[in-house]
């Protein structure tokens, strides 16, 4: 179980017990560090994310509407709407597409707060990480209900439920019918079509839980321990990241396993994680600073450099770079190991501030 599955399967059951009574944890005093300069950075940061996603999902579930209208209006016939509203499946298809394009970098860069604090880390379940039901470890702690339809138990994240939904990668959420959308008789990946009913209850909840989030995040009071729990979390998370990398259309093509991080490759995902990483430990740097200030400089230099690495792989591959799967093993494990060092030192910063970390 990679590092990112075992803080899922503790999450899971966190949640869950949550639901079986009345009692609730003791909230956490806060600290005079969330005073610090920093701190509020860090929380500015956040907001900045948490809104801008609570606007783009607003928006992905307002086309979303827009759609299944489009949908409803032939009975949800899909034969016939493409024959006759072929245009504007199209349209409303790539809309759809290009908020979801928006929406992913600006959880991605926030998800090492996110995910990495305790207090919010049930969103990254909902939002980005949790499985399916298949999974019940992992799986998030939510049913949807399908308009006029099902209701799917546990049926993934949001991310990837709109994703494979948009961009055609999951069957079952597609309308039974060629995605051929402009019609020029094939069929390639960007075309789908996807089932309006379906994608209208995703994007409808996707934009209720981002706003819980923003809620989540304003009455959230950073405390020095936030800080340094999501770099510990959240940097040694890498060899997971180039896994689905591998798996992904992006190394495997035609023969990829994974159904999701198909819009935009991982390394993307993986960049914009770690640049959020960075902004974290330049804000609380000083506090490092105070235990042992070459190593609050050597940990620095660290992590830049281990975001640089990913923005480098990143822009090879988008200027045309093909790696292969023994590639990408290989660049993981690199990538991993330099991690794992550098939460090794923030951890052992914090033990000499006297930061107690979650294990």
Request: proline residues 5%.
């Amino acid at each position: 179980m990679t590092p990112k599955s075992v803080l899922l399967a503790g999450l899971a059951a966190l949640i869950l017990a949550s639901c079986g009574g009345d009692d609730k944890p003791e909230p956490r005093a806060a600290a005079p560090a969330a005073t610090e300069p920093g701190l509020g950075a860090i929380k500015r940061y956040l907001l900045d994310h948490t809104q801008a996603l609570a606007g783009s999902t607003a928006d992905l579930a307002g086309e979303g509407k827009r759609y299944h209208a489009l949908a409803a209006s032939t009975d949800f016939d899909y034969e016939r709407l493409m024959a006759e509203r072929r245009d504007e499946v199209r349209t409303s298809v790539k809309r759809l597409q290009e908020t979801w394009r928006k929406a992913n970098p600006e959880y991605e860069e926030m998800e090492g707060v996110v995910a990495g604090v305790p207090e919010l880390s049930e969103f990254d379940v909902i939002i980005d990480a949790g499985s399916d039901g298949s999974d019940p470890e992992t799986a998030v702690p939510f049913d949807v209900k399908v308009p006029g339809g099902p209701t799917l138990e546990k049926p993934g994240n949001f991310f990837f439920l709109t994703e494979t939904s948009l961009f055609g990668t999951r069957k079952e959420f597609q309308a039974p019918v060629t995605a051929d959308l402009d019609g020029d008789g094939k069929v390639v990946f960007g075309e789908a079509v996807p089932e309006a009913r379906h994608l209208l209850a995703f994007t409808r909840d996707f934009a209720g839980h981002a706003r819980k989030l923003d809620a989540a995040a304003k009455a959230w009071k950073p405390e020095r321990a936030d800080a340094f729990q999501a770099l510990v979390t959240m940097t040694p998370t890498m060899s997971e990241y180039f896994g689905q990398w591998k798996n992904s259309r992006f190394i495997a093509g035609g023969n990829a396993e994974e159904e999701s991080f198909a819009a935009s490759s991982r390394l993307q995902d993986i960049e914009d994680i770690l640049s959020g990483l960075v902004l974290i430990y330049d804000n609380v740097k000083p506090a490092v600073a105070e235990a042992d200030g070459a190593q609050a400089a050597q940990t620095a230099r660290d992590l830049g450099r281990l975001r640089d690495f990913a923005m480098d792989l990143r822009r090879r591959e988008a200027a045309g770079t093909r790696f292969d799967a023994e590639q990408a093993d290989t660049l993981g494990a690199q990538a991993q190991s330099r991690a794992e060092a550098i939460a090794g030192q923030v951890s052992q910063a914090a033990g000499q501030l006297g930061i107690e970390l979650e294990s």
